[in-house]
């Protein structure tokens, strides 16, 4: 794929904070394989960033039933009393993290409760610690609000885990806050709570560091120990931590766009305050939805797990038997960050790499779209949340393209 250039201010009418920021990598990559399937090519998507799995019909049903019962205009800004308490119980029961509803919020994905809250918070120059490889959204949000993003390199022989004594090196008095995502995106990397408890020991010596702990993936998880989350595994922080949970990723419901997030009501009071004059509140027939979601059964999660770890384990064994890929076992989420720099003399670089594979019928994005130079990984991101066929098909091709 060739580089999307960063929107640069050629046009004078684009702003200087817009400027900072590029496209997203990952929807571009699939809006071409959108495109190069309407023209009649046979591509098989792995680039986008969701299950392939119906969203549960008693889901779909609540949003038809709120159709019907005219919920069709606007809620409060940080959504319905019924939802604020439906995302409490989700808070509790799937987290552990035990909040009021007054320091939940509700917004249009977890995407836009990321926005909001880096917007509400960070000042020109103030630095933000993310490790790489990250998920592409972060630095680029970082960016538009004018602050700096400090990349904390991981590697797959160490995880994709940071330490506690990166972390300790990386803090300066200009840090305002560290991103942890885990399961993260693209590499599926996980933590468990004494890891967690050695890095809140560290930031227990910066009381100016906020935490933002992205946990959109927690349901989604293959190891048998339980979800570990800085909130709950170091509660003395948690005044400083805000926790990002949806229902895009645990319930197939990326279209409905919403998101959830758990903190200290100063800083949902200020994401509430910046969502009034943006979305003003996520949409309504949307959140009836997520209340089913959020109370209705959960047991088809058990299934999507055991589905999506076999699709997990059928694409790594047979990446790592094409010469020159090298793929650790992702814990979580669905992506495999595959390593490829061993192919790098033949293609030049990733992008290159993932424009071969595109002309070969299968869309995957390269590495460097999720800061994988920052930590001298060349490769691509495959998602394996995709039907057990195709997927097997996608993987054939990928072996002859490489061979
Ligand atoms: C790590 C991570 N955080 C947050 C999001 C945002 O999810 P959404 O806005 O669809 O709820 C995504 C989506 O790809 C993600 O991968």
Redesign the pocket.
């Known amino acids: 794929m060739p580089a999307i250039a960063a929107t640069r201010p050629e046009n004078p009418h684009l702003s200087d904070a817009l400027a900072r920021i590029a496209p997203s990598r ?1 929807t571009a990559m699939t809006d071409r394989a959108i495109a190069l399937k309407e023209a009649g090519h046979d591509i098989i998507a792995l680039s986008v ?2 299950p392939d799995f119906a969203t549960p019909p008693h889901v779909v049903a609540a949003a038809k039933s709120a159709l019907d019962a005219g919920a069709t205009r606007y809620t409060t800004v940080g959504g319905t009393a019924r939802l604020k308490a439906a995302a409490a119980l989700h808070f509790a029961r799937d987290l552990g993290i035990e909040l009021p509803t007054r320091q939940i919020t509700v917004s ?5 409760a ?1 926005f909001h809250a880096l917007l509400a918070s960070l000042n020109a120059d103030d630095e933000v610690l993310i490790p790489a490889p990250w ?1 592409v ?1 972060y630095p680029e949000i970082v960016h538009f609000a004018g602050a700096r993003v400090v990349a904390l390199p991981t590697m797959a022989a160490g995880g994709f885990r940071i330490t506690p004594a990166q972390l300790a090196a990386a803090i300066t008095p200009r840090t305002r806050w560290l991103v942890l ?1 885990a399961p ?2 693209p590499t599926g990397a996980c933590y468990t709570a004494s890891e967690l408890q050695a890095l809140g020991a560290v930031l227990a010596r910066h009381p100016r560091v906020l935490v933002l702990s ?1 946990d ?2 927690a349901a989604l998880r293959y190891a048998d120990r339980p979800h570990a989350t800085l909130a709950v595994a170091c509660p003395q922080l948690a005044e400083r931590v805000l926790t ?1 949970s ?4 645990s319930h197939a419901m ?1 279209g409905f ?3 959830v997030a758990a903190g200290p009501a100063w800083l949902i009071a200020a994401m509430e305050r910046l969502q009034s004059h943006s979305s003003g509140n996520a949409c309504s027939v949307s959140q009836a939805a997520a209340v089913a979601a959020f109370e209705g059964p959960q047991g088809f999660l058990a299934e999507w797990r055991g589905r999506l770890r076999a699709r997990r384990d059928a694409c790594v064994a047979a990446l790592n038997a094409m010469p020159g890929l090298s793929v650790p076992v992702p814990e979580g ?1 669905f992506y495999a960050m595959v390593d490829a720099g061993a192919l790098m003399a033949r293609f030049g670089d990733d992008e290159a790499l993932a424009l071969h594979l595109l002309n070969h019928g299968v869309a995957v994005v390269a590495a460097s779209a999720f800061g994988g130079r920052e930590c001298g990984l060349a490769g691509f991101r495959i998602s394996f949340a995709a039907d057990d066929a195709r997927l097997a098909e996608a993987l054939r091709r990928i072996a002859k393209a490489l061979a």
């Open positions: 990952t960033g969701e249009a994905g977890g995407k836009q990321i998920w959204s995502n993260g995106n992205d959109i993936y990002i949806g229902v895009s990723k990326t766009r919403i998101g989420a």
